[in-house]
């Protein structure tokens, strides 16, 4: 195929790919992040940009108006290049890439306090002992080797030990260089330890990991003083998946057309990106840093490992590993030291990963003595329940709606966004992220423009518009639209506003998340009043309004002192098994003592679903404390805690 | 360097090597194995070679007569190539390879029965093992690893596995292609089973291992088949590091001067070579031998691994390891299944290897109640004494004269080489390899010949001549030589004989091995009668005359009953960890409870070594059953046993 050139403005970023590739590929390959939503399916219609200069090909979409079709307005995603282009990208399309990282990097580095440490021995996956052995004389001439593992066995009290060949070759050589004295970096691979590395003088102190949460949409990567057992700092960027796709399944798809090793590259990019930024900032030696560890839902851990993921979206839905050994990171491409670990935490389907199986670790769901259940919300909602008896987990496939996807004036959690809306007097009001001009609506503000709607009798337990006469509804583009920023009033080029078919989606995906939490309970013979802990992890559990959450049905009427917000469990969980060799083992047995239970087997299911299509449910009785005759005036907290 | 041909006669093989090199090093290039003793240093004369045609250069060696350099006659150790050469190799100076090997093959070919296997439960290092395993469904949605690994670990009652990325990445895909009918190929690396391959359908019959015997002179191969644990076939061939050197240290300071790498090598080619002959004579795919499992000693051991050696031949002598971990066979070059394992058995020490705690283990020592010995005669005589309880080990450096080699007529024992001598009546005489025509003494044969002269009253306890008026007795290059083959009387081109500092070479030999014993047994409180069993292992001790070895003093003077030839214990034991991984497990016990002991930290070695270098002692109270004042008419028997 032949090369062409595209030039992108206002950033003024060139870049050459080949002739047919598509604009959004372009822009990706130039490290421009935009915002898709979609993932390229041409379906969000978020990824607009104007050709300047050049000719492209490709589907004309229905999401631009006829108007911007005549302005040069295309489809990032649905056009093809055909030759050199020069492209204008609107503000609303980029995405603010640094502030959503900061942000979600600020959000989970102080979590420490809250994790349950006394409960396991210090031993990090990866340790440096300082060896200062005695040189070898004709009555004391163990080999170097075993001079060597000895001491550390003595030291770590361990059975047995491990030294690769290429150590081996060298040893000699640096012990009697070195006067016997020496730092040998120990790792655990599962009942084994394994000298990774031999070196000269006491290096304890210089001994780093990298802990990782692999999220479909966001990677968050906190770096770890080993010796210190402090976090230093953390970072995060957007997987750069997200061009082929915002869920796992378009990702999946994507591996099966082109190949995972294109899926998997992006990722190590991305973690090495993030590897690269945490070195930097705080002056540590790549080489220092002696392992990484992930934990990510099934999907992501296979792209990291380059494993295929086809089965994973296919009936029985059977993923490769759920457990996979750790690995040289440099065997997948991670640049740390060159015998550095990858430790990849096991999950327990291909459902539900080990993002999960590390949250049940960081809330001590298994090891407590009542029932709690810890729920995950995003395109899909992961559920555990349990206690330290039992575990079971469902995954609900909700949609993206949740996440403002899939809704007309939907947008990630950025600067701009609606992320709250709420009652005053006769007005709906808002308030946006940084309380800069709005753009659009992120989940916690679809979730609380939905309670709000019902709560004022705007649309009904079916979800659809009743004040015919209210003056805030119209009719657009033959739907039925409730308009939440007027664009006159505010200035805006077009209103901020939710339709009928928008509100529908919200209500399946919550339906879905619900059903799914009730078939579960069900299954134990539980109602939501047995619960004890009701936590929800994730970054858009940390947001919401649970009132309003309750309210429109999406999580269980249950007492609000039992709902609390676990952030990203996932690293958190990450971290401790880092710390704490006992807790990684903790995370294996929690895989194994965890049922999985595939939803699609239940016959009930649909029922369920259906049942939680109304607001909040078509059992009124499940939730005693939502007004379920709305108008009403109730009165609602700002969130919880 | 430029390049220039060397063409050698009668064999007509043409060899390419770069000006400057030897004209040994251009033999061993193009495959020819000649009669080299000391391993290029010059010294045993044995590498004469005749020039037709073109220039070298080179020390003129004192080992020519005048006509043969006058003939164009050279040492071709010490003879480099200036220019394109034509070379005639002399019959005497090509050794019989295909004899040679041939005879070592067979003759440790059927040793099975002798070998305590009820002791073990039947558990092959690498296994093969089908999985009929069942069809994923939404209620039996365990992942694919996780299927295989949970019935492998069922079916072996093991507690941990593990497998590699490679195996991940194909395994979905061949466990549906086949119905989830394969056959894994699981390998035990310490105490963790690593699933190494998975295949389609059942081949569990397809499971072989090829067993192997490192020696400094001969390398012996086996293969064995896993599923009917039968020895298949056997081969053997001289260890090509012998252009280097026939003993160890000649190899480590050629590796200290022209790298490790060189040596590793020849190891490694010579073993493929052997694998690969055994696997065409028996029909074996290279990719069905799962496995292979040496034995040798320390030395050959790291030169198999890559491994330096420098320090082993240094004061306090330390080796890089004892206990080698289990290795892909690839990461060393061993072509054998791409994925299949390399175990190296673990030895004692730097001078204590694995040929004997593989010994150890054949013999059963670790497991009686009485004490035992065991020798392995060679360059080096190594020794170990114990029981059950506790074990001994030290190894005495006797030279290479009991091997034929630093002795004038000495040969290996190949066709042609007088293997016995006796008395029969008043002649001495002897008995060649084959029956060939004589071409020189072997190491038995030397045995044999130093006890009839000392018998017959021709040498005296230091071993000198001492009838004075005996004709077979005469002054040869100034030094007293007594020829026991006359060239004239027997056609030959120039007599076989043995020179007063030939006696005193096997004399200081002999003296150093049974040192070694008495020092042993002296820190153990122990008198040779105390010992229950004699074990004598190697190619060297099958041949010996077990009369005439104690009547020099090389052994003790023990009832003949407790003295037994073991054979190739290395082998047999490096076999039998094949076959029972309890057996591999039990060397590393032997490993860890045997104490080796550095005769150079004896202080009274030297003493206990002075009184040795008398025939067959000085204290004669030692050797009772030895007639002291020859001439003496005591019988003497053929071979024990």
Redesign the interface.
Known sequence: MPNVTLTFYPLNRKVTVSKGSTVLEAASKAQITINNLCGGDGICGRCKMIVLKGEVSGEISGKLTREEIRNGYILACMTHVENDLIIEIPEETLAKEKAKADEDAARFKDFRAELPYEEFKVLPLVQKIFLDLKT???????????RVSGEIKRRLNL??M????KI??S???IL?ENDFKVTATVGVR???AEVMNIEPGNTEKDNYMVVVDIGTTTIVAHIIDVSSLKTLDATACFNSQGIYGRDVISRIITSEKKGGELLQKLIIEDINKLILNLSENNSINLKDITAVVCAGNTTMNHFL????T??IRR???????????P?RAA??GIQINPRGLLYSLPGI??WVGSDITAGILATGIYRRDDVCLLIDIGTNGEIVLGNKEWLVAASASAGPALEGASIDCGMRAEPGAIEEVYQNGLEIEYKTIDNRKPLGICGSGIIDLLAVLFRTGIINRTGKFIKEDDKRIIMMNDKKTFILVDEVKTGLKKPIYITESDIEGIITAKAAIYAAMKILMARMNLEASDLAHFFIAGAFGSFIDIENAITIGLIPDVSREKIEFVGNASLSGAKISAFYKEAFQKITDIRKMTT?Y?L??ANDYVEEFQRAMFLPHTNLEDFPNVCSKPPCAQARRRKIG
């Open positions: 070898p004389t004709l009555s004391n001439n163990i080999a170097d080797q075993q059975p047995s491990q030294m690769g060949l081996m070759k040893l000699s050589q009697r599962k009942d084994i490992l380059g494993l295929p086809g089965n009936n029985p839905y059977i993923p490769v590993t759920v457990e996979p050994p690995l065997e997948v389907s291909g999985y595939d699609m087997a």
